[in-house]
Every structure is written in C-alpha cells, then in structure tokens.
C-alpha cells in the first residue's frame, strides 16, 4: 500500500481562511481587529525570514502585525519593559518573541514575562500548567497544527493508541497533553526507549519529533498507522551539486509511505500548520480579551 499525503501546506490554507472570515466578522459585529506583536532581538537570518513571513500572513488574514527589532546586544532589563509595554497594550492580542534569544538573555525569564493570555505561542509555564491539568489554555502552535491534521484525516481519536517520539517542552510533552485531551491512550518515547521500534509499532498515531533525520524506519511502523513527521533536518544532497543540502524529516519517508495509512510530508507537512495556528491562536485571544466566542475548530 501506498499512504495517503497529508498536505499541511493546502490544510494551512484553509486555517488561514477560516481565520480570515473570523476576523472580518468580529471587525463588522464589534469593531475590534487582532493585533499580533512578534518581537526579534539580533539578526539571526532564519529568524528574520520567519519573521516577515510571520508579519505577511498576519496582514492577510486581516489582522494588525506589530514588529519589534532590537540589536543583538539588546539588555535584559530593555526586552522586559517592552515585554511589560506590549502586555498593557489593549491593541496587542498575542505576543511572541522570536526564538532562540542571544546567549546573554534568559529565555524562561523572557517567556514567563509574557501576559499568558497573550501568549501566543503557548510557552509561559502558566499555559503549560493548564494545558497539563486539561484546563483552557493558549496552545502551542505545532502541536496544536498536528491536532488539526490528524483531527481532519481520522475524525475521532478517542482509544486510539498514539505514540509520541520526543520529549521537548514545545513539541513532544505538549503534543502528548492534546492527545490525551481527545482520550487516545498516548506513550512518550524518544531516543533512548528501549525497544523503541516496538513500542511505535503497536501505533494507530505516530507523532515523530525527535530532531533526528529519517530516524523512523518503514519496519517500526504499524500497517495503516497515521504518521505525522514534525522533523525538519538538513541533510547533504550531492545529487543537487557541491555542498547543497535538501530537508529531510524523522521519519524515513520513502519506507514509512509504503506501510503507513497516511503520512504528512517534509517539507510541505507540519510546517505550514505552525503559522496558521499562529494566527489562529492569536484570534483566540482576541476573542477571549473580549469575551466574544471563540472560533469553531481553531483551537484545541
């Protein structure tokens, strides 16, 4: 058999437009727009691409972008008022600074100064405790996208057995809390699990994020199983000329399609999801800032 492509980038698509619509309504009936406030320190040149990528999208969608650039050497005490500014500003709905910060910044201290109502991407230790303790919450944007998809491709996820590869605080632990939330029976492994191909083979869900490149082999992987790779690994392509690169994800693409039920690609996968639950999460806020409905399927 051959899997069923899970195409994050058109499902992305349709996020962006259900967010769209949301905030043209919420404009007409109330008057009110979503402002998302994305701060960047240094000039990292992945980062800034995200960035204005990040700004693009939230213009389209119709909502207020608000950018914030500060020098590398930017001090602690600096990014903290800002930080402070931007909680008090009834125009700002979501706020999200830009990872990784410069060496001499605490990223927890950063994070945890963040408004948790406005904390868009999910991190402050607040929204981490709610979402744990199955409480409303701001949900981290990936984890949340994955939701989304396997939602979308397998209706209810309810007794299914998933098995999460990973264990970082912004993708595995999150992602294994949603599935518990929809009652899947949930299993957290990562590299170092014993009998981890095992363990994924008895897997109706493989959520794959363990940062390691084509690291879930075909033969690890149940008949049927809906794999969904969150990966992204630059790996050498000679083919493509002298020094180039292509990405890769977790999962051994090739083999794991021809056994899998479904999968999602890399690229084109989980990486479209992440800005789209971006917005979507920032129309959240708003909407709780107001106490207006929130959006239908957009969050968790």
């Not at 979501?94 to 990872?99: H, M, R």
């Not at 992440?274 to 399927?297: D, Q, V």
Request: proline share 5%; hydrophobic share 45%; glycine share 10%.
């Amino acid at each position: 058999m051959t899997a069923t492509l899970i195409d994050g980038k058109a499902f992305a698509a349709n996020v962006r437009a259900r967010v769209a619509t949301h905030v043209a309504r919420i404009k007409e009936a109330q008057g009110v727009t979503p402002g998302l406030a994305v701060v960047l320190v240094g000039d990292d040149p992945a980062s800034e691409v995200y960035v204005r990528s990040k700004g693009k999208q939230t213009v389209e969608v119709g909502m207020h972008s608000y950018e914030h650039k500060l020098p590398a050497d930017t001090s602690e005490a600096d990014l903290l008022a800002l930080i402070e500014q931007l909680n008090g500003d009834k125009a700002v709905h979501g706020i999200l600074v830009q990872l990784p910060l410069p060496k001499h910044l605490n990223e927890s201290l950063v994070i945890n100064a963040i408004d948790p109502a406005k904390d868009v991407d999910g991190f402050h230790i607040s929204n981490v405790g709610l979402l744990g303790t199955g409480q409303k919450s701001m949900v981290p944007c990936t984890p949340l996208g994955c939701l989304m998809m396997l939602r979308d491709h397998l209706g209810e996820l309810s007794g299914k057995d998933a098995v999460v590869i990973g264990r970082s605080n912004i993708v595995g632990k999150p992602m294994a809390q949603l599935l518990l939330g929809d009652s899947c029976t949930v299993t957290i492994a990562h590299s170092r699990t014993k009998d981890l191909a095992e363990v994924v083979k008895r897997a109706d869900i493989v959520v794959a994020a363990v940062g390691r490149a084509n690291f879930v082999q075909g033969d690890w992987v149940k008949p049927g199983a809906t794999v969904i790779d969150v990966g992204i690994n630059r790996i050498p392509a000679p083919e493509k000329g002298e020094g180039k690169t292509r990405l890769v994800g977790d999962v051994d693409f090739e083999a794991v399609k021809e056994v899998a039920g479904a999968i999602t690609p890399v690229p084109g996968g989980v990486g479209p999801m992440t800005i789209a639950c971006l917005l979507a999460n920032t129309l959240t806020a708003c909407c709780r800032s107001h106490g207006l409905a929130e959006p239908e399927g957009l969050t968790a």
